[in-house]
Structures are given as C-alpha cells and as structure tokens.
C-alpha cells in the first residue's frame, strides 16, 4: 500500500507540472497577442513587480517601473512604426515548484524591406508562481540568434 501511496504522490506532481507548464505556455502566447494587439497595460500586467528584462539592444532594465517606461517609450513606438508581427515557438521549459525557467524561438516577419523578409531569435525566460499565477521574472529577447548570423535591426 505504501508504495501505492508514494506513486500516486509522483503522479500527482507530474501531473501538477503539466499544467503549471501548459499555463507558461498560454502566459507567454498572451503577453505576445497583447503586445501586437497594442494593450500594453495587459502585456505589463504579465511581469512580476521584481521584473528584469533584457530586450534586443536595448540594455537590461530591472523592476516594473523600469520596464514599464522601456515599453511606454520604446517598444510601443516600434510595434507602431514597423508593422512587423512575431510568434515563438519550440518551448522548452522547466518547472520547478513555483519556478520556471524556459527558452522559445520567435520569429518576426518583418513588414519593410519588401518583399517581406523575416529574423529569428530566442527569448530566455524565468518565471515565477504569484498568487497562483505564473508571470515573468526575466525576459532576456535576442536577435538576431544565433550572434553568428549579424547585427539585424
């Protein structure tokens, strides 16, 4: 009986880790919907008050009120102004109690020079369980990835 206890008990964590998985999933397909449907308060909303991000070239920038004026300032403008759309894909994450850490592949269509051309990269992901939700604890998003491929805007 005890060894059925101890296997339930495995099952039950295996099982918890799928679902805390498949909720970093949808995190991060929403923080990206948010960010090109232009709602950045939502997008925002997806980080933790400890935030850090490292975002293309535009240096690490720590704590939500950081964060929130690199997006106000200078990402909103780029979305606006290239048109471009992105998505990610090929997750790999890992959940460690109310932890995670992950990576992904994005990919950005981009709207200028035509015909459309396109840049890949990587995010690199921390997350972190708050009041049972999964957000973002650090974001680190590079392009062009691999470092090999050049200095792509």
């Not at 921390?126 to 009041?131: A, I, K, P, S, T």
């Amino acid at each position: 009986m005890e060894d059925l206890t101890g296997k339930v008990k495995a099952l039950e964590r295996r099982v918890q880790e799928l679902e805390d998985t498949e909720e970093i999933k949808k995190l991060h397909r929403e923080y990206l919907f948010f960010i090109s449907n232009l709602e950045f308060d939502k997008a925002l909303a997806c980080f933790s008050d400890s935030i850090t991000v490292d975002i293309a070239n535009y240096g690490v920038r720590k704590g939500k009120e950081a964060v929130t004026k690199l997006f106000e300032e200078v990402i909103y403008q780029n979305v606006v102004q290239s048109k471009d759309a992105h998505f990610t894909g090929q997750s790999v994450i890992a959940v460690k109690g109310d932890r995670a850490e992950g990576h992904w592949m994005f990919y950005r269509l981009l709207y200028k020079p035509s015909p459309v051309g396109w840049v890949q990269g990587r995010y690199d992901c921390e997350y972190v369980r708050v009041e049972q939700s999964w957000k973002f604890s650090v974001m680190k998003m590079k392009r062009p990835w691999p470092e090999f491929l050049g200095n792509v805007p």
